[in-house]
């Protein structure tokens, strides 16, 4: 809730921070480091929670998705953790959104034949409803 968002690739400054997302060069869960930008690095939702079956190669946000997401989701839903309702929209939320983005990020091509994830629509357009419309009066991105 208090957190300060920075946005930086000084490993000085990374350093200081309690977490580190997509940046860095490291993943390291129990230090709060985030990154998929690693040769070595190939973790899938499956390879760090076997009872999931996904393979895709995480993205950071997998990465975050992974190790935080049922918390959340938890948290919002006022349900625990482990319970039914929790583990199926975790589920679902993957499967329909954040594996999208773990192949977008990645390179992964969608399909070689059958298709190895659902698109059921980009980033770029989520991020473009954000926008004003082309005939907007008020074209100020910045308001609030």
């Not at 390291?28 to 070595?40: A, N």
């Not at 006022?78 to 977008?104: H, R, S, W």
């Amino acid at each position: 809730q208090d957190a300060e968002v920075v946005r930086t690739r000084d490993p000085q400054r990374l350093a200081q921070c309690d977490v580190v997302v997509d940046v860095g060069g490291e993943y390291d869960p129990e230090r709060h480091r985030y990154d998929h930008h690693q040769r070595s690095f190939t973790e899938s939702m499956r390879s760090l929670r076997p009872d999931k079956p996904w393979s895709t190669k995480l993205s950071s946000a997998g990465l975050v998705y992974c190790h935080f997401g049922s918390q959340i989701l938890a948290a919002l839903l006022g349900q625990p953790e482990d319970g039914p309702v929790v583990t199926a929209l975790y589920d679902k939320l993957y499967e329909n959104f954040v594996e999208e983005i773990d192949a977008i990020d990645n390179g992964i091509a969608q399909a070689e034949g059958e298709p190895r994830y659902a698109l059921t629509t980009t980033l770029s357009a989520r991020v473009g409803h954000l926008n004003p419309r082309w005939n907007d009066p008020d074209q100020d991105t910045e308001v609030g």
